[in-house]
């Protein structure tokens, strides 16, 4: 008696050991649950093996998705859940659905969002960022303006090269606020080169709140702002959103925001009406 027990407990001692050693940490965890469960329901070895199995592969798909969350770099987590179309009919609803298959990463296409500031841009990239990871797909999330400070300091440092392979490794790159600040010919050259470099292999999510005849104006350069377009929408998804910031809501019900005639209708609170 004693002595099979002790035999259990070696083979016991002997299993954790080893399954420490080939890192199957959540098999080592759930190991006696598993097999008592396997005792209670009369599995097969095979079924045993199967559901022990499964924790790992599980345990492994979480870490990954934590790990590519991580190196993502998303501003915030927002999905297409927490996407209100109806605030922004501009938006098809569809289509956006249509593109978290991910189809458009299969094909290394890319998805220009383009609007005023507050449409919600960065949080329908986000969401497609977040889908793309979940289906265990790499994603980098970088900000122009964060892009051109790295530039500058690349240059100082002689590592442009490096940053151009860096930014070619993610499966999708996510370029936010493209507009705001214009590029000087050096960041439009990297801009050129990256997007070249990326064309029809990685895609490419780009916000900009500057439509695409005022492109010139950010690259100053005209020549290179036509073929940088000519590259990014050779293949791609372009989403026009026309309509109000989806911040300034609040404030135009509570009246804080009237300036246009038609959010006059919006106002709850107006003192000279009560
Ligand atoms: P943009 O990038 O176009 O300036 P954001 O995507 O940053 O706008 O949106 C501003 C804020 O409003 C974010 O917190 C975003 O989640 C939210 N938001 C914008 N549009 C919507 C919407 N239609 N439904 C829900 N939240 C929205
Ligand atoms: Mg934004």
């Known amino acids: 008696m004693t002595v099979g027990n002790n035999a259990a407990a070696l083979t016991y001692e002997r299993i954790q050991l080893r399954l420490d050693q080939l890192k199957l940490g959540r098999m080592a965890e759930h190991v006696d649950a598993v097999a008592e469960e396997a005792a209670n329901q009369e599995w097969t070895y095979l079924t045993f093996l199967d559901h022990l199995l499964e924790l790992e592969v599980a345990a492994r798909y979480e870490r990954d998705i934590v ?31 249509e593109l978290a298959t991910l189809r458009f990463l299969a094909h290394g296409e890319n998805i220009l969002f383009l609007g005023p500031p507050g449409v919600g841009k ?20 970088l900000t122009m303006v964060d892009l051109l400070e790295m530039l500058h300091r690349d240059v100082k440092e002689d590592r442009l090269g490096h940053r151009l392979r860096t930014l070619c490794k993610p499966k999708l790159l996510i370029l936010d606020e493209m507009g705001y ?18 064309y029809q292999k990685g895609s490419i999510i780009l916000t900009s709140n500057k439509s695409f005849g005022e492109w010139g104006d950010i690259f100053t350069d005209q ?24 911040r300034l809501r609040q404030k135009r019900k509570a009246g804080v925001f009237t300036g246009i005639a038609e959010d006059q209708k919006e106002v709850v609170a107006d003192p000279s009406t009560e």
């Open 122 to 141: 960065t949080h329908l990239a986000v969401a497609l960022g977040m889908a793309a990871i979940s289906q265990r797909q790499s994603v980098y999330f």
């Open 223 to 246: 020549v290179l702002a036509t073929a940088i377009l000519d590259r990014l929408l050779h293949h791609s998804a372009t989403v026009n959103i026309r309509g109000h910031s989806y």
């Open 181 to 198: 600040f214009p590029l000087d010919r050096m960041a439009a050259q990297f801009m050129f080169q990256l997007v070249s470099r990326r």
């Open 67 to 97: 790990m590519k969350t991580r190196l993502a770099h998303l501003p915030f987590h927002k999905t297409l859940d927490q996407f209100d179309f109806s605030f922004q009919p501009s938006v098809n609803e569809r289509q956006m659905h």
